[in-house]
Structure formats: C-alpha cells, structure tokens
C-alpha cells in the first residue's frame, strides 16, 4: 500500500552497559492506512565492536526493534546474549533486519532500532555508523501490506 524509507549515517555509540538500551539512530514512521495491516519492517544496521582495553576480549551485544516508547517489539531482550565474539579485538559487520508486525492502528507507528553493549570481559563500545570502519550507513525499510 505504501513504502517508507530511512537512512542513519550519524556515529552512535554505548559502552557495556548491561541491560540498558541506546539508540542507533535509525528509526522510521509510518501511517497505515487501515487497522488490519501488517508493516514488514526491513534493512539494516552496520556496526562495529571492538575492546577498549587494546586486547583481545570477550564482546557480548544485542539489536532490537523498538516501538516509539522504547518497548522491543522484536529481537533480543538486554539480559539475553545476542551477538557474542571470545577473545577478539574488534569485529563490524551489517546486522540484518527482517520483521512482520501488526501495529493494529491508523495513527502514525514509530520503529527504531536500538543497541545494547550487554557485556565484556575487558570494556567494549557498540558503534553503529562509525565512519571509519567503512560501516557508515544504515538503513530501514516500512512496506504496509493489505491484510
């Protein structure tokens, strides 16, 4: 029925944190026509880990997609392990993002992804968008679909 499109291109970062989330900056709204419609929600998120110590160390990180209010709509929740990398520096790549959600309104419905840095056996930052490991854009896509 309709397609909304974002970019995120802004560094966003969280040291550990333990159970707390931050946002990465990528975020979209959308208006749905009718109640009954699905939004598929699509993209997604370049980031980058790494220790601050300057040794290898064990990396523990999550992504979530989140309602307006922060609520995790879908992935994993901060007390669970998400990504986990043993005894590594620094790690980046593109987290994907694939979900199917009913949001069961005609007001206008906010996603945003959100990172947590849950754990490290030396401190770790969580980056999303960090220019200089060629991780600088992310990207999220709403497609309303006709129940």
């Known amino acids: 029925i ?4 974002a970019t995120a291109t802004s560094q966003t970062s969280q040291a550990s944190s333990g159970t707390s989330f931050a946002d990465t900056g990528l975020s979209a709204s959308i208006t749905p026509k009718f109640s009954t ?5 699509t993209g997604y998120i370049s980031f980058y880990a790494e220790t601050q110590a300057g040794a290898n160390g064990n990396m523990e990180w999550n992504f979530a997609v989140c309602n307006g209010s922060d609520a995790v709509l879908d992935g994993t929740t901060a007390s669970t392990e ?3 990398h043993n005894e590594q520096y620094a790690v980046g790549g593109k987290h994907p993002i ?7 309104t005609t007001s206008a419905f906010t996603y945003k992804i959100r990172m947590n840095a849950r754990n490290s ?3 770790m930052t969580l980056f999303c968008q960090k220019g200089s490991a060629g991780n600088n854009i992310s990207r999220i896509t709403l497609m ?3 129940a």
């Open 82 to 84: 998400g990504y986990r």
């Open 98 to 104: 694939n979900f199917l959600h009913s949001p069961s």
């Open 2 to 5: 309709q397609v909304v499109h």
């Open 144 to 146: 309303e679909v006709s």
């Open 37 to 41: 419609s699905k939004i598929l929600v």
């Open 121 to 123: 056996n030396n401190t």
